[in-house]
Nanobody, 125 residues
Framework: AQMLVESGGGSVQAGGSLRVSCAAL????????MGWFRQVPGNKREGVAA???????SYSDSVKGRFTISKDNAKNTLYLQMNSLKPEDTAMYYC???????????????????WGQGTQVTVSS
């Protein structure tokens, strides 16, 4: 079965850092576009960052300069390094994988075929 499994979430104080990971199981994500999303209950899901198969990246304005998306093709793992965290970064974080290519207008991959189950990130003030 093809799966994405997130890990690394947790609680941290404002100004701190966390790194969340997303392991791709059952397929080689080398040729996929990958993205990170977050969602707070009652709110719309927000695209945070994306990385294409060629390594090009895109970030939402709310995290640009603080978050870094990266991937290790050898380990089939996607990462999101989050620095200078703010209480408003508190959310469930999801990774997703899809066809190669990042939409210019959204900064996210053209489509997503696989989603992880999410990992909670809580930032306290």
């Amino acid at each position: 079965a093809q799966m994405l499994v997130e890990s690394g979430g947790g609680s941290v104080q404002a100004g701190g850092s966390l790194r969340v990971s997303c392991a791709a199981l059952g397929y080689n994500f080398r040729n996929y576009c990958m993205g990170w999303f977050r969602q707070v209950p009652g709110n719309k899901r927000e695209g945070v960052a994306a990385i294409d198969s060629d390594g090009s990246t895109s970030y939402s304005d709310s995290v640009k300069g603080r978050f870094t998306i990266s991937k290790d093709n050898a380990k089939n793992t996607l990462y999101l390094q989050m620095n200078s965290l703010k209480p408003e970064d508190t959310a469930m974080y999801y990774c997703a994988a899809g066809a190669s290519g990042i939409r210019q207008n959204t900064g996210q991959c053209y489509e997503y075929s696989y989603w992880g189950q999410g990992t909670q990130v809580t930032v306290s003030s």
